[in-house]
């Protein structure tokens, strides 16, 4: 096996809390529970924004727990499918993180002219920042999978 195959495989067992950039799988879990969190504690200004704002974290952490759950296991079995669709997953995960943190950004914006929702307020300038965050994790871990995927 030459070396490129063998740093192209994705880890599986331990070594995906070993691995770059599947590592980052850590703070994208951190970043994107404090979003749905940060989100859900607040008063829906924009149902509509912030249902997409809600849809995205929530999916975005239940298949990125779903996919650390198989590579825990091994259940990609060493094929290169599985890093297209790794690749994939990051892509996708990007844009609906950028979508939605520029979103939840607008949104922040619009409850700064209330006074009466400081709070919110508050809370959505958290929500916005972490959603910045979570962006910023998927997108580098986007590039390294894309780079995995090339080499495989």
């Given amino acids: 096996m030459s070396s490129a195959t063998a740093t192209a495989a994705l880890p599986s067992g331990a070594t995906v809390l070993a691995s770059f950039p599947d590592i980052l799988v ?37 298949i990125s727990t ?11 079995g060493g094929k290169s499918a ?3 669709l790794d690749a994939f997953y990051q892509v996708i995960a990007s844009l609906f993180y950028l979508s939605a943190a520029v979103l939840q950004a607008y949104i922040t914006i619009l409850l700064k002219e209330q006074p009466l929702l400081f709070k919110e307020y508050q809370i959505d300038i958290a929500a916005v920042v972490f959603a910045y965050a979570v962006t910023l994790t998927y997108v580098i871990h986007m590039v390294f999978s894309l780079l995995r995927w090339k080499a495989s």
């Fill in 66 to 76: 779903l996919l650390f759950l198989l590579y825990l296991c091994g259940a990609h």
């Fill in 26 to 62: 850590i703070p994208e879990f951190v970043f994107g529970g404090l979003v749905w969190i940060l989100v859900a504690s607040t008063k829906v200004a924009e149902p509509l924004s912030q249902g997409w704002v809600m849809f995205v974290s929530v999916f975005c952490f239940v």
């Fill in 82 to 84: 599985w890093v297209a």
